[in-house]
């Protein structure tokens, strides 16, 4: 059973910067598709930030567009999410996930069964 935990989260100013972590152990994330999720105080988890096992397709909510960016490390089991002119509204509990068969352009909670604990990022002056 694959594991994730996440890191990086925390406090950051409006403008500010983060990346967070996520670290897998008992399986690989070769091949696998991966992703970045959250969810914001009565509101439903939302994707935001996904890549498909093929690694070819690269997907981002609109909101973040342009201002996160996905990557991962297969040689170090990792993958990451940077976070770059952090907005009040992206305040929340962030999620990684992983799953086999994830295809191009699908970042949706539903498809994926393998998550880490969270971890919260709060933006804020």
């Known amino acids: 059973q694959l594991q994730l935990v996440e890191s990086g989260g925390g406090l950051v100013q409006p403008g500010g910067s983060l990346r967070l972590s996520c670290a897998a152990s008992?399986?690989?994330?070769?091949?696998?598709?991966v992703g970045w999720f959250r969810q914001a105080p009565g509101k439903e988890r939302e994707g935001v930030s996904c890549?498909?096992?093929?690694?070819?397709?690269?997907y981002y909510a609109h909101s973040v567009k342009g201002r996160f960016t996905i990557s991962r490390d297969n040689a170090k089991n990792t993958f990451y999410l940077q976070m770059n002119s952090l907005q009040p509204a992206d305040t929340a509990v962030y999620y990684c996930?992983?799953?086999?068969?994830?295809?191009?352009?699908?970042?949706?909670?539903?498809?994926?069964?393998?998550w880490g604990q969270g971890t919260q990022v709060t933006v804020s002056s």
């Open positions: 008992g399986g690989s994330l070769d091949y696998i598709g």
């Open positions: 996930a992983a799953e086999p068969g994830i295809g191009p352009g699908i970042c949706v909670d539903y498809f994926f069964n393998n």
């Open positions: 890549i498909s096992e093929s690694d070819t397709s690269t």
